[in-house]
């Protein structure tokens, strides 16, 4: 029996970062350093100095408490209209919510999965005060379009990263570009510490700013930064050996007990705030970010190696569609388009592959409540079109060039 092959479930832990948890977890002397240290520092300078250019960078408990933190500090709050695209993940539309503003949902472009510009100017106003520019899966959005329309209506700027955190625009890195750039180091980003995020900006004013209202945040709760070290152990255990009874039944018990976090809680999919966001990132996970984070080039390269792999395999099967490709892309996730994807991802997990749904609706996970999101059937035809044949494979660094033929066999009858 083959072990299963993964999309999602924190693919990017590594052995070593299983080590630097279980250190912080069993060695008492680290005890006092979950939450303080000097690794937070170390991971800010890390940050900067990738990004360069008099870039100053702060990290949070998350990407999306980074964002609310970006809109905060951008004086975004009732009454104003932020400019968000359709296919996108619930988080971000919170992240929105929770400053008091509205999220005005624009459309994608089919080829790109990004937001269509000139969507996004018919539907700026004198409320609009605000653009989030997504660039999905790693590919970069039309910066220089977007950024148009942000000056024409004097918009605050904000790059999400999420997906895209070593992806060049001309020849740029994104995240570079807006007057803020998020990150984000969750379980199934570019690099992760299972839960955290950053802002970058060359805005000294927003920054000092921005500085001022972290350093009130509260530390995350002991509670939290402990099921996150444990993710980290226990998830590559209940995947080594999910092909048998024993890893499913693993990570089942992990997620019922609460041992383990959640990516997204249930509270979050109406459009609440779980009590302990935005706080500060904890020290123990920095240190595993400290480590991930020379990695960003090698994952990524492996990440477009596995690319070049799908895309020659699945040539000439017309009956699939893709995203655009371009050198820029650092494919995150490798995403295609065909029908019934709901089916074939059953076929493929019954063949020990989990295959990808982001998004399986237009502001995922597949269960968000659409009303809180303030998102009205047909606002969004392209995204909720692409929601509706979306399939992801798997790129990252446990895929091996052998896997590919096999997760690509699942996809057929
Ligand atoms: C497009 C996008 N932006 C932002 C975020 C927020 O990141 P985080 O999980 O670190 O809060 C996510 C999370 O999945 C995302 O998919």
Redesign the pocket.
């Known amino acids: 029996m083959k072990q299963t092959l993964f999309t999602g479930f924190s693919p990017s832990t590594r052995p070593k970062d299983m080590r630097i948890a279980l250190s912080f977890l069993l060695f008492p002397w680290k005890w006092s350093s979950w939450k303080k240290g000097s690794f937070r520092k170390d991971i800010t300078a890390s940050i900067e100095g990738y990004f360069g250019e008099q870039t100053n960078a702060l990290v949070y408990d998350?990407?999306?408490?980074?964002?609310y933190e970006a809109l905060k500090a951008m004086g975004i709050g009732k009454g104003d209209e932020v400019l968000v695209q359709a296919y996108?993940?619930m988080?971000?539309v919170n992240?929105i919510k929770w400053t008091g503003a509205t999220p005005v949902y624009i459309d994608i472009e089919k080829e790109t999965l990004n937001m269509d510009p000139e969507k996004a100017r018919q539907k700026c106003s004198s409320q609009t005060k605000a653009i989030i520019i997504?660039h999905?899966f790693g590919l970069p959005a039309n910066i220089d379009a977007l950024m148009d329309v942000a000056k024409a209506f004097h918009l605050k700027t904000i790059e999400?990263c999420?997906?895209s955190l070593g992806a060049r625009y001309k020849g740029k890195l994104t995240g570079t570009f807006a007057d803020v750039g998020?990150l984000?180091?969750?379980?199934?980003?570019v690099i992760s510490c299972v839960?955290?995020?950053a802002l970058i900006t060359k805005d000294r004013d927003l920054f000092h700013s921005l500085e001022k209202s972290q350093q009130a945040l509260p530390e995350s709760p002991r509670r939290v930064v402990r099921q996150h070290l444990l993710h980290v152990v226990l998830f590559p255990i209940g995947k080594r050996f999910y092909h048998l009874f024993f890893g499913k039944l693993l990570l089942k018990l992990v997620k019922v007990l609460h041992i383990t976090n959640k990516?997204?809680y249930p509270e979050e999919k109406v459009g609440k705030r779980v009590p302990w966001y935005p706080s500060k990132l904890p020290n123990a996970l920095a240190a595993l970010l400290v480590s991930q984070f020379p990695e960003i080039e090698t994952f990524n390269t492996h990440r477009k190696h596995i690319a070049v792999l799908y895309k020659k395999a699945l040539e000439g099967k017309t009956s699939i569609e893709y995203q655009v490709d371009d050198a820029s892309h650092i494919y995150l996730r490798y995403p295609l388009f065909m029908e019934n994807p709901r089916a074939v991802r059953a076929r493929a997990k019954h063949k020990g592959v989990l295959l990808g749904d982001?998004y399986s609706l237009v502001i995922?996970p597949g269960d968000v409540d659409l009303n809180e999101a303030g998102y009205v059937e047909h606002m969004c035809p392209v995204a909720e079109e692409r929601t509706s044949k979306a399939i992801n494979l798997p790129t990252n660094i446990h895929i091996q060039d052998a896997d590919v033929p096999r997760i690509i066999a699942t996809l057929f009858e």
């Not at 998350?62 to 964002?67: D, I, P, V």
């Not at 984000?184 to 980003?189: A, L, M």
């Open positions: 998350s990407g999306r408490s980074a964002l996108t993940c988080v971000v992240a997504q999905t999400d999420a997906h998020m984000s180091f969750g379980g199934e980003k839960r955290g995020g990516i997204i982001w995922g």
